[in-house]
Nanobody, 120 residues
Framework: VQLQASGGGSVQPGGSLRLSCTTS????????IGWFRQAPGKEREGVSCISKDDYTTYYSDSVKGRFTISRDNDKNTVILQMNNLKPEDTGVYYC??????????????WGQGTEVTVSS
């Protein structure tokens, strides 16, 4: 089972990107969903995650106030809107099903990753 992540690209600092996570295999609304990223030479970290049922959200301190996670259930998609991007946001972004411990380790199903590069 694969999740499909898309929307990455190259932007200048201060720019915006909108990442999307979807799948045809199951209904995303039945799962907590998370966005994780891995920067070159660094460990993977949870960036932003959203629970099922009450849609509780989590943001890492580094992205709080700049990123917004949301669900579009009509399109079976989870969106990560990234604004005011910084060079340190560079990395490969993965979407995944998540656990009750939002953004801690991720769950069973993962996407293939979409690359984000923030550089002037």
């Amino acid at each position: 089972v694969q999740l499909q992540a898309s929307g990455g690209g190259s932007v200048q600092p201060g720019g915006s990107l909108r990442l999307s996570c979807t799948t045809s295999a199951f209904t995303l609304d039945y799962y907590a969903i998370g966005w994780f990223r891995q920067a070159p030479g660094k460990e993977r970290e949870g960036v932003s995650c959203i629970s099922k049922d009450d849609y509780t959200t989590y943001y890492s301190d580094s992205v709080k106030g700049r990123f917004t996670i949301s669900r579009d259930n009509d399109k079976n998609t989870v969106i990560l809107q990234m604004n005011n991007l910084k060079p340190e946001d560079t990395g490969v972004y993965y979407c995944a099903t998540d656990t009750a411990r939002l953004c801690a380790v991720g769950g069973r199903y993962w996407g293939q990753g979409t690359e984000v590069t923030v550089s002037s």
